[in-house]
């Protein structure tokens, strides 16, 4: 469908286009399009943009992935049909391991994102082939790479499920979730939450690597030990709620939505 650039919509429509065609490709699970449906809400709520204070927590998520020792991207058909070039690129920036890796997992759709992430550049995929779990989760669901996910020390999971995220905490990892949701478990069991839109949360990484590439590794740890996921959602649902509060958000003229 051709999506007119005058529409007042015109991006929230085209990220779903995107998601529709991933989903006609076989790379989108059909509970993937709800799982935006959810996400889309809580960015029309946001204002649809990258808040200030999310805007640092992406600098502290990039700053904990350039001190890792075994920095893993995992990610899953959403994650690949809006932002697989920007992860790819993250992944060689860094440099960190990229993993497919399914909550409904298909071998067909672990070998089909593989293939777009190596089309985008990746020189090497994790997850096909994948010969180890995570604990404590059902076979499907637990099933990741040896060399990726299970030995990583810290993961970045952009619209990761709650039980995963907690599985990958309790194996004693460093989880950076991307969801814009600042209340599902997922965003409260993270260590570090970034709360925006996967679209602009993976670019902005991509630039905050070239500015803290320059920084000393103590500045770094500075800025991981000094962020408080906590007082940082807390914040977000502040905004939110001064946001609805303001009778400004009512007028048909009110931008941007
Ligand atoms: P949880 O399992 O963490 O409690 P949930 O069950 O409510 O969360 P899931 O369906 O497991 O949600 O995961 C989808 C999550 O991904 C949702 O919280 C949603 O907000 C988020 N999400 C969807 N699309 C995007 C996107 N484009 N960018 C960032 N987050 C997104
Ligand atoms: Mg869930």
Redesign the pocket.
Request: aromatic share 4%; net charge negative.
């Given at each position: 469908m051709m999506i007119p650039r005058s529409h007042p919509r015109y991006r929230s429509l085209m990220?779903r286009e995107k998601l529709a065609d991933g989903f006609r490709r076989g790379l989108v699970h059909e509970t993937g399009l709800i799982?935006?449906g959810?996400?889309?809400a809580?960015d029309y709520l946001l204002g649809e943009r990258t808040l200030d204070i999310s805007l640092k927590a992406e600098k502290v998520a990039t700053a904990l992935l350039l001190l890792a020792e075994n920095p893993v991207i995992s990610v899953n058909g959403?994650t690949v049909a809006?932002a697989g070039r920007e992860c790819v690129e993250l992944s060689k920036k860094i440099p960190a391991k990229i993993e497919v890796n399914l909550f409904h997992r298909s071998e067909e759709r672990v070998r089909r994102l593989a293939e777009v992430l190596r089309s985008f550049g990746a020189e090497e995929v994790l997850g096909e082939d994948a010969e180890e779990r995570i604990e404590g989760l059902d076979h499907p669901r637990g099933i990741c790479s040896r060399d990726g996910i299970y030995s990583a020390d810290v993961v970045l999971v952009?619209?990761?499920?709650?039980?995963r995220?907690e599985a990958l905490i309790r194996m004693g990892k460093k989880v950076i979730a991307?969801?814009?949701?600042p209340l599902?478990?997922?965003?409260r069991t993270a260590t570090i939450t970034i709360v925006?839109?996967?679209?602009r949360?993976i670019p902005n990484m991509v630039r905050w690597v070239d500015e803290l590439k320059r920084e000393d590794r103590e500045r770094l740890h500075e800025l991981v030990d000094g962020w408080d996921n906590e007082k940082y959602l807390r914040e977000v649902l502040n905004r939110i709620s001064k946001r609805i509060k303001s009778d400004q958000v009512i007028r048909l003229d009110h931008e941007p939505l």
């Open positions: 990220i799982a935006h959810r996400g889309e809580f959403n809006l952009p619209l990761e499920d709650g039980d995220c991307i969801d814009l949701n599902s478990r997922t965003s925006d839109n996967v679209v949360a």
